[in-house]
Structures are given as C-alpha cells and as structure tokens.
C-alpha cells in the first residue's frame, strides 16, 4: 500500500513531468516494475506516465508496450482582462422556447467550482453538482482515477447540509476554485438566476466537475523564466479528465456537454496530435457534444509561415527575444512530403550551420557570445501527421534578436508554420517581427467533431483581434461561429458578480445553447441522434451572416451564434440565402413572403 502511495506521489513531483502515451499491451503490469517513474492507464491504449526527461530513452526500453510518446505541450486558461468599455452583455433565454437545460449534464474540465455558491444550488437546497473529480489532491487517492479524489452528489450534499449548520463543508468535500475560472465558466452556462443579471444559459442543468491539477513542472519553468505565475495544465490530466465525464455521460446515460475553455498553441494544428483524435472519437458518441474555444493567441505575434518555392531557397524568421530566457521550446512543421534543414543565428551573428533532416536526429549546439546552448530534434516523419516537425530546446537564450532560416531539401509547396508557445508562459514582448495572424486558433479546438466558437464585442458588434483565426493548417474549416466574449456577466468565487472576457466566456455561452439543443432533441426527444456534428451543423445553418463577409470566415466561421436562426432552421422557417442588408436590416424568406427587420443589437433572441 506504502508503494502505490510513493508510485502516484509521483505525479506531483516537479521534476518529473507528465506525458501521454501511446501503448499496446501490458502497459500497467510493466510500467509498475520501475522505480524512476509511474504510470496509469486512461483509456484501452492511451495510458499517462511521469518520469524525468533523460529516463524517456529507459522507459521505452523497460516499458516495450508504449509503442508513442506524446511531446508535452503547456495548456492554459483562455480568460483575458475586459475591455474598458460601458455596460455589460445580457445575457437572456429565448422566451419562445422555454428550453432551460432540463436532464442535460455540463461537463467542465476547468480549475474546480464554488460547490458552495448559491447558483449551484436548487430551491429544495440540493446541490446541482453531481461529482467532483479533484485532481490536485495529493494526501489520499480514489481507487477510480489515477490522482486526487472524487466526490459523489451525495458527499457533495452532505457538505452543504453541515455548512448550513455552522460546520466545516470542506472536512467532506475539501475541494476548492482558488482561481475562480472553472465557477465563472460554470455559471456562465448555467447560473440558477437567483439573481436575474447573472441566469445563466441553462439554468436547470446538472454538473459534473473536473478540477485540474496545475503542471509543477510547468509552474517551475515560469519561476526560472521570471515569467508572472498563470496556471498551466498537462495534456494527460485533460484527456484523463475528458474521459472521466464521458463515462460518467454513459454510465448514467444523460446527454452532456463537454465544455473546455483551455487550450495550448503548441502542435500541428490539423486535429491530428493525440489529444485531438482522441476527443474526435468522444465526439462520435451520441448524446455528447464537445465545446472547445479558439484561444486568445490572434494578435500575439507568435504565429509565423511561408512557402518555400524550390529545394535551396532560403526562408528567415526574426524573434525577438526581450529579456534572457532559461528554457523555451519552438516547434516548426514543415508539410509533408517537404523536407527542410533548419540553421540558427544569434544575436551577435554566432550560427549552427543548417542541420539536415534526418530520422531521429538529434544535434546539439553552443554559441560562445551569448552563452547559449539548444537541442536540435528532427521527427521525419511525425507519427500522426506525417509531416516533418523540428523542436528547438534553448538554454539561456539571451536577450536580441534570433534568426531561424530554413533551406529547402525537398520541395512541392514548401510549407513551413512555427508557433510559439502560449503568450501567458512568455515574456512580454517575445514575437516574431513577421507574423502570420491566421492558424493561431489553439488546440484542441482544431479536432474534427468540436463545436468551435471564436469571439467578438457583441457591445459594438466589432471583431476582436486577439480572438484565435482559422482555418486548421490542413484547411479544415475552424472556427464553427462567433459568440460574444467580452465582459459577459459571471459569478465569482463566494458569490460577487464578475465578468468574463475571451475565449473561455465564449465557450461556455455556446456551451450553455448546446445544452439547450440537447434537451429540444434528446430529452423531448425532438431528435435522439444529437451528437456533435449535428449540433456544428445547426448552430452554423442558425448564425447570423453579414452581406459584406464572405463565408466561411477565418474570424467568425459561419456568422454569428443565434439560437433563434437554428430552431428557424429546424423548424423550416429559413432561407438558405438569410442575409443583412448594407444598412443592418435582416432580410430573409419564409416559404414565398419577403421579410425585412430593422438591425436590434442581440446575440441571442
């Protein structure tokens, strides 16, 4: 018993990070048997293990069935300051449709809920909080999951019952929202309306809860960066997380939404990376419609592409590089079938020489000026994508101006992306002088099967340049639509009223209207075979559509989320040509009757 608790104690060591894995086979039998790491499996061939970078090379060998490992990327919360603009977006339900999210569940895989807040909670006292999955507890695990503990409604209900008594709720559910994004989220989707300024989307909804645990190894890196503490997050506690609410979706068998207002920048951004193709298998299943937001990455500068034309052209990247940095990772993806070798010059024009591609090779480098040393890795080809992927490790980068140039080896279309990684876990001022602002949507938003909202002012009705831009990198359509995202009322952690700007307030209004899509079609049984294509597809045939965009849009998608557009859809009530005129008015058709209405600022009627 001692060694299982030393084995998952493991998960909150700092200096051994987690990954996702790949296996076939005995993983868990053999992952036991070393004593340098941990490991649980998550699904029948995606397992997590923790283990320090130099003992990767001995894990495969000791552990032969992990037949992957996943290259770690940092995923963080999609919250961004508000604007300073007057008044706040109303939010309100359609009155004609009486939907309140009746028999739907919420899933939110997020940094917790305020269990204790009123707007969880229903007139009869009961909490509407179903479970509780607390990754970050370290003193005792539940047998069910790998780390943390889980906690029942009725634990949960106990909880509240010794609160109103004056005791101690946290002696039974000792699981707190220190950061107040996860319960701003939840109550965007689904206050209660005990205050009428705060109802959310769906407010008779159920949730069930996925508090994350905050990556150590992650938070370690921004304190040698000198980089202000945000919380980021491991791929492996999300997928685990988004797994534990399918099957609680399943197993009680209610529809759910899976709401994720978290993403990272790092990957191929084609829905091809683990993560993603295991979230496109979740958004197979009937009844479960997945939420995931764009990210706040449009106007970060930390995007940048190009084509190169024929073998031996040259491309060259500029980053700055404000301040010394201890560690940062670059990724470039060369498109198959391309190849590239990648050459880099430091600020005081010390070079590597261009470094060829070459399956598995790995190159080390030091530049005597600025003391700086990096790790050259070439995967040729990536195993999901295909592509060539080269990852750049500095150590002590310093501060100036880098060059990355990339010669052509092989050529066809010559295409090259490279993303920094998220703009919270940077410097201020670390960029690319030539950015491309398209394909900075985060992942995994860029998974097929995913309702995928961008975010604008619906105070002004303008466009946001920080929202993330389409398409996938493989031209997959992304973003779905457009929701409002700026200062969109919320409750905070003890009940205050809040706001919520960016792409996470975005996500969780399109996940509360999905709730309501699910309760018209599966619980009134209006359209049992709702899942999540279904549910793209309405909210896009539903968006409201400017004359002078042309559709879709790499900002906005299919147009602007309207509820009442989708049920006019359903309904019949629609015309395939449903536009606005150059002065605002809403023009449309019903059977052979014209209609035009004047412009009402709105995002949901």
């Not at 990327?73 to 309140?100: C, F, H, S, T």
């Not at 683990?274 to 449009?298: C, D, F, H, K």
């Not at 949507?441 to 340049?465: E, G, H, M, Q, W």
């Not at 996940?511 to 009134?524: K, P």
Request: a neutral charge; charged letters at 25%.
């Amino acid at each position: 018993m001692e060694d299982k608790k030393k084995s998952f104690l493991n998960y909150f060591n700092e200096d051994s990070p987690n990954f996702i894995v790949e296996y076939r086979g005995n993983f868990k039998e053999e992952i036991d048997r070393i004593n340098y790491g941990c490991g649980d499996e998550i699904t029948k061939n995606i397992g997590v293990v923790s283990t320090a970078y130099e003992n990767i090379e001995r894990l495969k060998k000791d552990v032969p069935s992990i037949i992957f490992i996943e290259i770690r990327a940092p995923y963080v919360l999609q919250d961004m300051a508000p604007n300073d603009i007057e008044g706040v977006v109303e939010i309100k339900r359609n009155p004609y449709l009486g939907l309140r999210g009746s028999g739907v569940l919420i899933g939110i895989v997020d940094t917790g809920i305020d269990y204790l807040n009123n707007e969880f909670i229903r007139e009869d006292g009961s909490t509407r909080v179903l479970s509780i999955w607390d990754q970050s507890i370290q003193e005792e695990k539940s047998e069910e999951v790998f780390i943390g503990r889980t906690f029942s409604n009725k634990d949960i209900n106990s909880a509240l019952t010794l609160f109103r008594s004056g005791g101690d709720p946290y002696s039974i559910v000792p699981s707190r929202d220190n950061i107040g994004h996860g319960t701003k989220v939840a109550s965007i989707i689904g206050a209660r309306g005990y205050d009428e300024e705060v109802e959310g989307i769906a407010p008779d909804c159920d949730y069930v809860v996925v508090k994350l645990f905050e990556s150590l190894n992650y938070r370690k890196m921004l304190l040698e960066n000198g980089v202000e503490y945000k919380p980021i997050y491991n791929e492996s506690e999300i997928l685990a997380g988004i797994e534990y609410l399918k099957n609680y979706s399943v197993n009680s068998k209610r529809p759910m939404v899976i709401c994720i207002p978290l993403g990272t920048t790092e990957g191929s951004h084609d829905g091809n990376n683990l993560l993603s193709r295991y979230i496109t298998s979740v958004g197979n299943i009937r009844g479960i419609v997945i939420v995931a937001g764009v990210g706040n990455e449009g106007a970060s500068s930390s995007h940048v592409s190009a084509n190169l034309i024929n073998v031996g052209d040259i491309k060259e990247f500029e980053l700055k590089i404000p301040k010394e940095i201890k560690t940062l990772s670059i990724s470039a993806w060369i498109r198959k079938p391309n190849k590239a070798s990648i050459n880099i010059i430091s600020p005081t024009g010390e070079t590597s020489r261009f470094i060829d591609p070459k399956i598995g090779k790995k190159e080390k480098v030091k530049f005597i000026f600025t003391n700086t040393t990096l790790e050259v890795y070439h995967f040729v080809p990536e195993r999901f994508t295909g592509h060539q992927l080269v990852i750049i490790y500095f150590n002590s980068v310093k501060a100036g101006l880098w060059k990355l140039q990339f010669k052509g080896e092989y050529v066809i279309d010559g295409r090259i992306d490279i993303w920094l990684p998220p703009k919270d876990i940077l410097p201020q001022g670390t960029e690319f002088l030539t950015p491309d602002p398209y394909i900075t949507l985060t992942i995994p938003s860029t998974a097929r099967k995913v309702v995928t909202p961008s975010f604008y002012n619906s105070i002004d009705d303008t466009i946001i340049s920080e929202s993330g831009r389409g398409f996938n990198s493989n031209n997959l359509l992304n973003p779905d639509i457009a929701a409002p995202g700026i200062n969109i009322r919320a409750i905070s952690v003890g009940g205050k009223k809040t706001t919520l700007s960016g792409s996470s307030a975005a996500t969780a209004l399109t996940s509360g209207v999905c709730a309501l899509l699910l309760q018209w079609g599966i619980i009134e049984e209006n359209d049992k075979t709702m899942y999540s294509t279904k549910v793209r597809t309405y909210l896009m045939y539903g968006a409201d559509r400017s004359l002078n965009i042309e559709y879709p849009s790499r900002e906005i998608g299919f147009g602007k989320l309207n509820l009442l557009g989708t049920f006019n859809f359903i309904s019949g009530a629609y015309t395939s040509n449903s536009n606005r005129s150059s002065n605002g008015e809403k023009e449309f058709y019903i059977g052979n009757l014209f209609i035009r209405l004047p412009w009402v600022k709105r995002w949901l009627r």
